[in-house]
Structures are given as structure tokens and as C-alpha cells.
């Protein structure tokens, strides 16, 4: 009996986390989805496209738990957080603030950097660097903090992008400030607790791991990899990796797999391969040839990485390389920029096209089995997949797709 009953549990427990997608890059921030739900075909039309809402700007990506999706945007002068049911897209709260954040180059004015739903809250953090953590019940606010006044951050290229990691009842985030560059904040207050490096922000979201018993919070900042102890900010090492030019970014986010962890960046900068062990690291491999990620993150299945290689603009290619070694095993060149999730043993690839591409994860060659035209304008965010739906948004719709 006892057998029987830990064995629904355990099924209840890997239903709860299927159905959620909390954070940016999914429960695991490695752009995996758990479940098992989703079809292995689509009818020639496409996956049903369940609903449809016309939104504000930005390119942060939603987020799912609870039943509830959060979107981040911005409509006028206001950066806005709704809460909206994630089934129906009814909305249920909506809080909002003022801003006055202008992109420097053009680009959406919007925030960019994915919600995190974790302990009953949603926290936020704005084009102008405001972290903002909510009741994910009512919409209430708790607590609040402008970061950039505060730390005395430099307005950056396109704004704070990267997303916080909530660890240990702390909230971590690559503020970016002079002997601030990465802050942890007190989950419960908003009051900081820690501050490590004075490294400028990236528009990376930090990951986190237990590597030998510890753990371990992964920065890619705009200097480059910093490892380094979440409950204190104790940092075990960095390691530079940035392009020479004044112009480039750290986008992706660290992939980490065992005591491994891969970085990658664009702007003639490349992939470097670590191995951690301790408070030291090894490099296993490193080169500009293999995978040169420009803001998208790669996944990772049976040791092999599928992801974008190249320039954004200059017309990406995708690929899939061997772990171990940087070997390309296979690429479609002049495929576009976007982004790939992780289902099973399937990629999910939302173009920047609006296309979504359904395809095996195989080293031996790229074999789509389905596609779907589902969004119309540029896609940039990050979707979420939960509970068999995938919700994605382009410049002024976001929509919500049946893949059961």
C-alpha cells in the first residue's frame, strides 16, 4: 500500500511540475520541458491556436505556475505586470508603474527580462533596472527597488535584460553597479543582503546548480563567467569572456550539465566548455567556430547542443554540436534567429519568423517533422511551455497553442 501511495505521489509531483514553467528557460532553466503530454503530430493547419491577446511592448518572456500566466510589457508610460488566467487568458490582476525608459537604438522601449514566479510571489525587473516583487494572489505589491539609483548603474545598450534568480529566500540579480555588480535582495523585504563584483550587466539570466554537494550560481556578466556561492556572494572564480568590442553583449544564459558548464557569445567571441570542481575550474574546450550564441541559449540532449549560431542580424544558422569536443554535427545555414525549448526527445524552434518547427533532437541531421506559421510580426521573446501549451509573443500579440 505504502509502494502504491508513494507512487501516486511521485506521478502528482511530476504532473505539478509539467504543468509550470516559473521562470525564465523553464523549473530547470536549461529550456527543458518535463512533461510527456505533447502530440507527436500536428493536422496540416497547424497546432489549435487557443486564444489571442493584443499586448504592449516588450520582449520578456511570460511565465506559467499556478494556473496563472504573468505577462511583463509596457502600454504608454507604464511597465505593466497581468496576471492572466492561463487556460481561458482571462485577466485576474494587473499592477503597473511609470516609466520613461528609451532604447538608444530604436528597438522595442518595453522591458526584457522574464518574470519569476517562486513562493507565492512574481518578481520583476524593468528596462530601468526597478526589481519588484508582488503577491502572485492579489497583484499587491511588496516590495520594491529603482536598483540603477540605488547602485549607481550605467544605462546599458538596451536596458536591464537579464532575468533574477530567486535562491535560498534571496533574489539574485546582475545589477550591474560599482562594487554591486551582482546584488542578492532579501525575498521577503526587497533589503540587500550581499554584493559581489563590480562587473556591468549582461543581458544574461543567471542558472544555478549543486556541483559536489554545493551550490552554485552561474553569472555570464558583461566581463564575462562568474561562479560564485548564492547563500553569501562568496565568488569561487571568474573568468573573462567578452568580444574586444565596445559594442557587443552577453546574451545567453550558462548551460550547466553535471560539474560542467558552457558560455557562449557572438561578436567574434565563441563557446568555452568549463569543468568545476571545488572553488577552481578547468577549460575542457574553447573556440569561435563550434557555437557562437548572440542571445539565444542552447539545450542540451545525450551530449549534444542544438541552438542559433551567429549574428542575429547577418542571418543565423542552426546547429547541433558534440559536448564534449565543439564538433558540428550538423547545420542549416541562413535558417534566421530564434529560439529553441527542449520537449522529450524533440526541439521545439520558435523562429523570429513566427514559425514554429517541430524536429527530433539528433546529432546526425536536422529532420523537421512539422511546422506552423502561429505569430505574424518579429519574434524575440523567450515562449513558455506548460501544461501542454505553449504561450509565445511577437511585437503586439501574445497567443496561447494547444501541443497536447
Avoid at 280 to 305: A, P, Q
Wanted: some cysteine; charged content about 20%.
Amino acid at each position: 500500500m505504502f509502494l502504491r501511495v508513494l507512487g501516486l505521489l511521485s506521478l502528482a509531483f511530476a504532473g505539478m511540475m509539467a504543468s509550470d514553467w516559473p521562470q525564465f528557460l523553464g523549473p530547470t532553466r536549461n529550456g527543458v520541458y518535463p512533461g510527456t503530454d505533447l502530440a507527436a503530430s500536428w493536422p496540416a493547419s497547424g497546432p489549435q491556436i487557443l486564444w489571442r491577446k493584443d499586448i504592449g511592448e516588450g520582449f520578456a518572456a511570460p511565465v506559467v505556475a499556478s494556473g496563472k500566466l504573468i505577462l511583463f510589457h509596457r502600454v504608454g508610460g507604464k511597465e505593466i505586470v497581468d496576471c492572466l488566467n492561463a487556460v481561458s487568458g482571462d485577466k485576474i490582476w494587473s499592477y503597473d508603474y511609470p516609466t520613461t525608459y528609451r532604447d538608444d537604438f530604436g528597438f522595442d522601449e518595453g522591458p526584457r527580462s522574464a518574470p519569476v514566479i517562486a513562493d507565492g510571489a512574481v518578481y520583476t525587473f524593468g528596462a530601468q533596472g526597478v526589481l519588484t516583487a508582488l503577491d502572485l494572489a492579489s497583484g499587491k505589491k511588496r516590495w520594491s527597488v529603482a536598483t540603477n539609483a540605488q547602485f549607481g548603474v550605467k544605462k546599458g545598450f538596451f536596458g536591464a535584460a537579464g532575468s533574477p534568480l530567486v535562491e535560498g529566500g534571496k533574489v539574485l540579480v546582475n545589477v550591474g553597479g560599482p562594487n554591486a555588480g551582482i546584488v542578492a535582495f532579501d525575498a521577503n523585504t526587497g533589503g540587500a543582503i550581499w554584493k559581489a563584483t563590480s562587473d556591468e550587466a549582461s543581458y544574461s539570466s543567471p542558472s544555478v546548480a549543486t556541483i559536489g554537494g554545493a551550490r552554485h550560481a552561474f553569472f555570464f556578466t558583461r566581463a564575462g563567467l562568474v561562479d560564485l556561492d548564492p547563500s553569501n556572494g562568496q565568488v569561487r572564480f571568474s573568468f573573462p569572456w567578452r568580444s574586444r568590442s565596445s559594442a557587443s553583449v552577453n546574451a545567453a544564459t550558462p548551460l550547466v550539465v553535471g560539474n560542467q558548464v558552457f558560455v557562449s557569445a557572438s561578436y567574434g567571441t565563441g563557446a568555452i566548455l568549463f569543468e568545476v570542481n571545488g572553488s577552481g575550474y578547468r577549460k575542457i574546450w574553447s573556440n569561435d567556430e563550434s557555437m557562437s550564441n548572440h542571445y539565444s541559449t542552447c539545450v542540451y540532449r545525450d551530449g549534444f547542443l542544438y541552438g542559433f549560431h551567429g549574428r542575429q542580424e547577418e542571418g543565423q544558422a542552426l546547429r547541433s554540436i558534440e559536448w564534449r569536443t565543439g564538433k558540428v554535427m550538423w547545420e542549416v545555414d541562413g535558417y534566421g534567429a530564434g529560439t529553441v525549448t527542449l520537449a522529450g526527445d524533440r526541439l521545439f524552434i520558435l523562429r523570429e519568423n513566427g514559425e514554429l518547427v517541430m524536429a527530433p533532437a539528433r546529432p546526425d541531421g536536422f529532420h523537421p517533422t512539422a511546422h506552423a506559421r502561429i505569430m505574424t510580426k518579429v519574434v524575440r521573446s523567450y515562449p513558455a511551455l506548460a501544461d501542454g501549451r505553449l504561450y509565445a509573443r511577437d511585437e503586439h500579440t501574445l497567443v496561447c497553442v494547444r501541443l497536447k
